[in-house]
């Protein structure tokens, strides 16, 4: 398996746009988070997945943003309106079921908001 | 919060010693892992310690989980240059929730 694959890896912006990250996690994979990382808050959770069913939500940090996972294979991250301060990176990551598993991490997304 | 917190938040040695890295958290737990993160990079799963275990090994990693404390410490003998990294611990909750703490930033000096 080629691993968590998340597009693109950089993506840079204007304030107001409307962006849309995108994860394909491993094959088989149960559970799928979404992180954001910054300097001053480290690594967020964002929201998490399990078999497409969104689990937890809370750390979506405004209605701006939005996550979907029509399938077993594909996720998205969107932000609508985009803002400077969702200048971030962002990562996907997936793991399988069970007390004692892994989470495997795409590459990340690094967003820059004009 | 459900986020473990690394102490401390920065570890500079020299090549060939011991590095400890400590996490302190506040909720209960099923399990506790921690990865490592190279710049520019996403994270990778090093070791993970269940709450009820004591310690467990993985070449030159250690760690150790004290539930009564709610503490866990990573254990990196013998460092070398490449191991320098920024190390998370990360809180694995019974509702399969994982939240990481800030990292802590390890340069290792040749």
């Known amino acids: 398996d080629a691993g968590v694959i998340q597009s693109p890896r950089h993506e840079v912006t204007e304030m107001g746009q409307e962006v849309t990250l995108r994860c394909k996690p491993i094959?088989?994979?149960?559970?799928l988070f979404w992180y954001r990382q910054t300097m001053m808050r480290g690594l967020e959770l964002l929201i998490y997945?399990?078999?497409?069913?969104?689990?937890?939500d809370s750390g979506m940090p405004e209605d701006r943003f939005s996550a979907k996972m029509p399938n077993a294979s594909f996720s998205t991250l969107k932000i609508q309106p985009s803002e400077p301060r969702d200048s971030a990176v962002y990562f996907c990551?997936?793991?399988?079921?069970?007390?004692?598993?892994?989470?495997?991490f795409g590459q990340g997304t690094r967003l820059t908001v004009v | 919060s459900q986020q473990g917190e690394e102490d401390p938040q920065a570890l500079s040695i020299q090549e060939g010693e011991n590095a400890t890295m400590n996490c302190s958290y506040k909720t209960s737990i099923n399990n506790l892992q921690w990865y490592r993160q190279n710049s520019g990079r996403g994270l990778v799963h090093l070791i993970l310690?269940?709450?009820?275990?004591r310690e467990k090994h993985s070449g030159r990693l250690r760690v150790t989980l004290d539930t009564s404390k709610k503490s866990s410490s990573l254990l990196i003998t013998a460092s070398r240059a490449a191991d320098t990294a920024s190390y998370f611990c990360a809180l694995a909750g019974a509702n399969s929730k994982l939240t990481f703490g800030k990292g802590i930033t390890l340069s290792v000096r040749p």
């Open positions: 990551a997936s793991r399988l079921g069970g007390v004692k598993t892994e989470a495997f």
């Open positions: 997945f399990n078999n497409n069913v969104p689990i937890d």
């Open positions: 094959s088989g994979h149960d559970y």
């Open positions: 310690i269940r709450s009820n275990e």
